[in-house]
């Protein structure tokens, strides 16, 4: 809550009650265009696997695995142990609550995941308990080093080879940024419009 005050200027005239309004404009965010699946739809008809979709193509491919590892292995644990069910409980509202209003409350979403990026630290959580399920059942230190690189190295990769657009990145689910560029929302931002332009003056004459 200190670390949310300090960073959003917004909040401090009076912040509980601009929060509140935040949090009721987030959830009622006027209808607009949204590029998928490679036509462009309203964002109160976008289909209900719209945000696990793009949550699946816009993580690296090692997330994904783990995530759904991670689901597995907390329902697997829930039956054998309760120890931890206010976790994967708190987990399970934090991804599920948004994910309900998409789908039956018609709560909108734009830019992609960007309106849902605070599900994000609750997936990957889920997908640290599948990394942890692996680990302890590996018995050699350089097989742990091993698979942390294999998890690491796909995101680093797409990091160095997509500067400074690494925003733009989907995995080789849908084949890439390549194959992603007809089908779904890349460059929202128009980040690029100044390398395009200064390219364009270089060669106008």
């Not at 039956?79 to 948004?98: E, K």
């Not at 294999?150 to 997509?162: D, K, N, S, T």
């Not at 849908?174 to 200064?198: F, H, K, N, P, W």
Request: net charge positive; hydrophobic share 55%; aromatic share 18%.
């Amino acid at each position: 809550a200190a670390v949310t005050y300090a960073t959003w200027p917004y909040l401090w005239p009076n912040p509980i009650r601009r929060f509140v309004d935040s949090l009721f404009f987030a959830a009622q965010f006027p209808p607009h265009h949204t590029f998928f699946e490679g036509r462009w739809m309203s964002s109160r008809i976008a289909p209900w696997y719209y945000f696990p979709k793009l949550a699946a193509i816009e993580l690296t491919e090692p997330a994904v695995v783990l995530l759904l590892l991670g689901a597995a292995a907390a329902l697997w644990r829930l039956r054998r142990n309760r120890t931890h069910w206010f976790l994967y409980s708190l987990l399970a509202l934090w991804v599920g609550v948004p994910f309900a209003g998409l789908v039956f409350f018609d709560m909108t979403a734009y830019g992609n995941i960007r309106h849902l990026l605070f599900t994000l630290p609750a997936l990957l959580i889920l997908a640290g308990v599948g990394l942890e399920a692996i680990l302890q059942r590996l018995r050699r230190r350089w097989a742990e080093w091993l698979l942390l690189a294999v998890v690491a190295l796909p995101g680093i990769w797409a990091l160095i080879w997509l500067h400074p657009y690494e925003y733009i990145y989907k995995n080789s689910l849908v084949g890439g940024v390549s194959s992603a560029y007809t089908m779904y929302e890349l460059d929202r931002q128009c980040i690029s419009l100044r390398e395009a332009i200064e390219y364009v003056n270089r060669i106008a004459p």
